[in-house]
């Protein structure tokens, strides 16, 4: 159980100085990890004996051991609140910059390549994405529907990925964004485009690294942040470069293919038309 769940469990048993400690925690949870024992008493305005009192109850060896379950939930994704500072968009920035530099400085030009050539080439490209991934898979989906046709995405509302799957093939390819906090059978999902024979690409952060040997190109990409949730602007900055590099190999059909949207666009009235454009 998490923290927070055992002091929900606990806290009408708790003493009231215990209860304190509780409060704290549960109003600093995403600063667990940096805390120390005499700094969580004294925010807590208790002694460190009832602070290690409280962790025993709660389960807990010691404090060493709440820090480390609190760094386990913060990687798996779970959001955690973090005490608030004149320096938070500074720090966020410097976050931002640092998931930016390990990207492209993991992500090499082959490998980029090679993903795009599978979908650029693919008789057609299956995105997949879930939960937080979803967004995602949507945006991309808008860039690679004006490089070519044959993008579908899954799953819509309502929908299940059966019927998607079933007719793929080795003629085919699947975009998998599969970024933390994905669901239970993400993996099977994985597994099963796979087994259609279809060219697969895995997106994702680090914790999808386990399924990377399931795909045939794994892209890795951060999605921490400062505060209490995830963020995908590096996530957002590889699909743009993705989708660049797709019509780039796609060629002159795509550029064709964008000019005839533009007109489609045009006569229907659908894109707003800037002064002098």
Known sequence: MRIDERIEQHYA??????????????NHMGDLAVYNAAELARLSGVSKATVSRLFRRLGFADFHEVKEHARALRSSGVPLATRGSEDDLLAHAAQEQENLGRLFGSVDKARLGHAARLVAEARSALLIGFRNSFPLALHLRQQLLQCRDGIGLAPQPGQTLGEELAGLGPADAVVLLGFRRRPEAFASVLKAAAGTG??????????????????????????????????????????????????????RLGTKRISDISALFDSLHEIERLPNH
């Open 13 to 26: 048993a708790l003493g009231p100085q215990e209860q304190l400690v509780a409060d704290t925690i549960l």
């Open 198 to 251: 279809a060219s697969t690409v895995l997106m994702g952060d680090a914790s999808a690294r386990r399924l990377a040997a399931h795909a045939t190109v794994w892209i890795e990409c951060p999605v921490e942040s400062s505060g209490a949730f995830d963020s995908y602007a590096a996530a957002m900055s590889l699909l743009s470069v993705f989708a660049n590099e797709v019509l780039a190999t796609v060629g």
